[in-house]
């Protein structure tokens, strides 16, 4: 009887003891934040002429192309288009789009180049966050930029321009 008032005792001790302890545990880290983005429509800023004073050419994130200087449009050859990039992430995923600064497209005839900038989003600016319900819907991102045509070419501008450029979609 003595060992069964014992056990008890000492029972009751180790239960207030591991009431009265504050236990700690490290959480379960995160789901691994994964972001892939493809390359659905390319930038085309479709058919224009420039004149002696050059000027820009524009394309905004959503296909409209507008000119200043002396460009004039061309309704013909190649539509328009804003590039467009299917992003994939978990749903709330924060991407930052990151460029390079200008790029440099080329004329594989004559040599000549011209730069482009990247400047319209339809995300409104660089930073955004996932929207699509899961990571296996895309979240379209349309971009859009503009062509700084020289002044002066002296006629030598005609021709198709080619070239890259780079974003980084950078998730936080």
């Given amino acids: ?31 691994p934040v994964e972001v892939e983005v493809r390359t659905s429509r390319n930038l085309n800023f479709g058919s224009f002429t420039a004149g002696n004073s050059g000027g820009n050419v524009s394309v905004s994130y959503d296909d409209q192309r507008t000119v200043d200087g002396d460009i004039f449009e061309l309704n013909f050859g190649q539509p328009v288009s804003a590039a467009l990039f299917d992003v994939y992430a978990n749903p709330g995923t924060i991407i930052q789009i990151q460029d390079m600064g200008s790029y440099t497209l080329q004329n594989q005839d004559t040599g000549l180049e011209i730069k482009l ?49 780079t974003l980084n979609f950078i998730h936080q």
Avoid at 17 to 30: I, T, V
Avoid at 124 to 134: A, D, L, M
Wanted: hydrophobic share 35%; net charge negative.
């Fill in 1 to 31: 009887m003595q060992d069964l008032n014992l056990y008890k005792i000492t029972f009751s001790l180790l239960t207030i003891l591991l009431f009265g302890l504050e236990l700690k545990a490290q959480e379960n880290p995160p789901v």
């Fill in 117 to 165: 900038f990247i400047d319209s989003f339809s995300t409104g600016q660089r930073t955004f966050v996932t929207q699509s319900p899961n990571a296996q819907t895309p979240n379209e991102v349309f971009v859009g930029g503009t062509l700084r045509i020289p002044s002066d070419n002296s006629g030598n501008l005609p021709g198709r321009y080619f070239g890259t450029f």
